[in-house]
């Protein structure tokens, strides 16, 4: 959802004209949180549309503002239980950093802590009666049980009563309920379990979800927050880039991000568009060249016209892209959302006819009352719930133990399903740095004059910041020509777009493209592969002395082959590259590592597309990279993989699977542990439904006592589902 769309306005809005406000709702952190508050906002006569995402927790409502108003459209929200404002334009803050400090940290701490005081209360005996309400002994430990179940259900006691009153049923309520009649009949420790899990499992929740909220934010910073607009005498002014209208012209120095999509009008300078495409090299600009916002000047002055609003540059809408990817649901989340709309109804119905229907036929209240309770408690999918974190946290702990990071369940389970990967380039497949890979002297030269020439040009070289002079200069370092034993390089120059140049022990050294230099490379152009020479020349004709030639390239990955070899005999039937680089680099570096197919010069959103027709072709898609413009891709796929150290932090947020250590041979392990998880998960599942099933079917008979329905039911079930789910832990790496 765009940030346009969040303008505040009075509740009165003109008649008949269709408005879209956006809310922010802190609490809105999951799909069913969603899927309720649309029921309950589409109900609302001239609500046209609603759109929420748990990922932004941002809700936006197309209305009739004839028909109704903001403040309805908040009240309705509240009345669920969830905090609403209008949208000021920005984001919430990200509280990934504080969620396991912050209150609803606090609060599952805080219950849990009482509900092991009170476990080993009951255990030891020492458990002293303390009051008798209701003609009932109370100990110390009943307190204490009652205590955590009232601090684990802080949050979600007030959504349950809410919901109850608004007639919308759901998981919130059903805990309140099983929660009170649970401490109702005595059954204190139940209720506190009870609480603490689901307290527990909000809290993992909403990690989970500022995690992922994170990844637009990182995006959102990419983009300069103001911009230096010229006015028609050519002075600078500082402008918000919301300012800035088509026509603009603004001033972009060295070292700036560029503020808008543009044209340059004048200036000539390097600029680095990896960002954007992910690649390393910058692209040189000048007069009618295109640029984008989020890329960065490295070189020279440029003034440029904008082309597009902030709202429509390329870098928003690879956010829109992001957003867009997140909030498309897998059939999995289809289903859980149809199922969870009708289960609590019926348990409810099924749990209050248990006590209702013998009660009206004159049988006692209290005795159907705790079948009733036992009905809820046994229904209430705790064991459901669990069996697959544990599964997740197991197979997780694992995977991270053999290098590899997977950031949640359903891309643990989902990886085993992929049969098709596709790879990024640059620090995927490759290093993503560019390495000298030999270095060459004219002929004739003498060894004196090639060491004098090599030092003057690490001189140089030392002296920019350009990409290709830092891989030239590390080279040189590597060699032994240290920085304290180069010599002084006086009227150094850097000429944007061509090289850089200076006096070096009395003579003019220029070091750059061959074009510039007006020498020719030795040897046939190598595809990949980029070449700088270096020269001495006189002051007066510029003749030439000697040369020396930097090849340099980006180079596969050590063991890139082996790992695609891996995967395909793990069952992966097809492999495919997706670059902003060249087509001639691409399909060099492709029959190097053994990649099936190569698709190459595209931009975030042709990667998305490209996914998007894989997906119809062959099924779930996996899609490796790295940069922030793989995260479009990294979102829109089955699962998004990023490379651990290489990764931007956008990216390794967006990602589902980051590997650690660059290396990709662990790709074959996450899928065999991918495998194994579903394997355990579906067991769990099933052992729970089968379980709950016949305790469901037996509990009108009276043969589940509510001690019974939370060990057998509850406890049992999540005790066998948990040392299933434990033996995903001894997996090891197989190599």
């Keep these: 959802m765009s940030a346009s769309s969040a303008v505040p306005r009075s509740d009165t809005a003109p008649p008949s004209v269709v408005t879209t406000a956006t809310f922010d709702v802190p609490d809105m952190d999951c799909a069913s949180c969603v899927a309720r508050i649309r029921g309950r906002l589409t109900a609302l006569d001239g609500v046209l549309g609603v759109d929420g995402s748990p990922i ?43 969620v396991w400090r912050g209150g609803v940290a606090r609060i599952a701490y805080a219950s849990m802590a009482l509900f092991v005081v009170a476990g080993l209360a009951r255990w030891t005996g020492y458990d002293p009666r303390i009051a008798a309400p209701f003609a009932r002994a109370a100990t110390l430990s009943d307190l204490l049980f009652v205590v955590a179940a009232l601090v684990g ?56 979800v500022d995690r992922a909220r994170g990844s637009v934010e990182a995006l959102m910073e990419l983009s300069p927050d103001r911009a230096r607009r010229l006015d028609a005498a050519g002075e600078e002014e500082w402008v918000e880039i919301e300012a800035l209208v088509v026509g603009d012209e603004v001033a972009v120095r060295p070292g700036d991000r560029v503020p808008a999509d543009g044209i340059v009008v004048a200036g000539r300078s390097a600029i680095d568009e990896s960002p954007i495409t992910g690649e390393p090299l910058s692209a040189d600009k000048s007069v009618g060249d295109r640029v984008h916002s989020g890329t ?178 590390e080279h040189c370092g590597a060699m032994g020509l240290r920085a304290d034993t180069l010599p002084p390089v006086a009227d150094f120059r850097s000429v944007p777009g061509r090289g850089a140049e200076g006096r070096v022990d009395g003579r003019l050294v220029r070091i750059g493209a061959p074009e510039w230099l007006e020498v020719d490379p030795p040897g046939e152009p190598e595809v990949g592969r980029t070449v700088v020479a270096a020269r001495a020349v006189d002051d007066a004709s510029g003749s030439r002395r000697e040369t020396v030639w930097f090849t340099l390239a980006d180079r596969p990955r050590e063991g ?90 956008a990216s390794l947020e967006t990602a589902d699977l980051a590997l650690m250590g660059d290396d990709l041979s662990r790709l074959a392990y996450a899928r065999r542990m991918s495998g194994l998880a579903r394997r355990v998960i579906r067991q769990n599942i099933a052992a729970a439904i089968v379980v709950k099933a016949l305790l469901v079917l037996a509990v009108p008979f009276g043969w589940v006592p509510l001690v019974a329905a939370v060990i057998v039911g509850d406890v049992g079930v999540s005790l066998g589902v948990t040392v299933n789910a434990l033996r995903l832990a001894a997996v090891r790496d197989g190599r």
Aim: proline share 4%; glycine share 8%.
């Design 296 to 473: 960065i000047n490295r070189e020279g002055w440029l003034r440029l016209r904008v082309e597009r609003l902030a709202a429509d540059s390329t870098l928003a809408r690879i956010i829109r892209l992001v957003q867009d990817a997140e909030g498309r649901k897998t059939h999995t989340e289809q289903f859980v959302e149809r199922f969870a709309r009708v289960y609590t109804p019926i348990v409810t119905l099924a749990a209050a006819l248990v006590v209702a229907i013998p009660v009206l036929l004159g049988a006692p209240f209290e005795p159907w009352f705790v079948r009733g309770l036992t009905l809820l408690v046994i229904a209430c999918p705790c064991a459901l719930v669990i069996s697959t974190p544990v599964a997740v946290v197991s197979g997780i702990t694992a995977a991270a133990r053999n290098g590899v990071l997977i950031k949640g369940g359903r891309y643990l389970e989902a990886l085993g399903e992929v049969k098709v990967f596709a790879f990024d380039k640059t620090g995927t497949l490759t290093h993503g740095r560019l390495a000298v890979e030999r270095v060459e002297f004219s002929d004739g030269v003498e060894p004196e004059a090639a060491q004098r020439l090599l030092r003057a040009a690490a001189a140089l070289e030392r002296r920019s910041e350009h990409p290709l002079a830092r891989a030239i200069a």
């Design 153 to 208: 259900g802080w949050n979600f006691f007030p959504r349950g009563v809410a919901a109850a009153r608004a007639l919308a049923l759901d998981m919130n309520f059903l805990m309140t309920v099983a929660i009170i009649g649970a401490v109702a009949v005595g059954e204190t420790m139940e209720a506190a379990a009870i609480a603490f899990l689901f307290a527990l499992s909000e809290l993992l929740e909403r990690y989970a």
């Design 56 to 98: 932004s927790r941002t809700l936006s409502v197309e209305m009739d503002g004839a028909r109704v108003t903001d403040r309805r459209v908040r009240d309705e929200v509240e009345r669920l239980g969830y905090a609403a404002r209008i949208h000021t334009g920005r984001s919430p803050a990200n509280a990934t950093s504080g």
């Design 560 to 649: 890139a082959a082996a790992a695609l070899d891996a995967l395909r005999a793990g069952g992966v039937v097809h492999t495919v590259m997706l670059t902003g680089d060249g087509e001639g680099p691409a399909r060099a570096v492709a029959a190097r590592v053994g990649v099936d197919e190569v698709r190459a010069r595209m931009m975030p959103e042709d990667k998305v597309r490209a996914l998007e027709e894989l997906e119809r072709i062959h099924g779930p898609v996996a899609m490796v990279g790295d940069g922030v413009n793989d995260a479009p891709a990294l979102a829109a796929s089955s699962v998004g993989i990023v490379m651990g150290a290489m990764g931007s932090d």
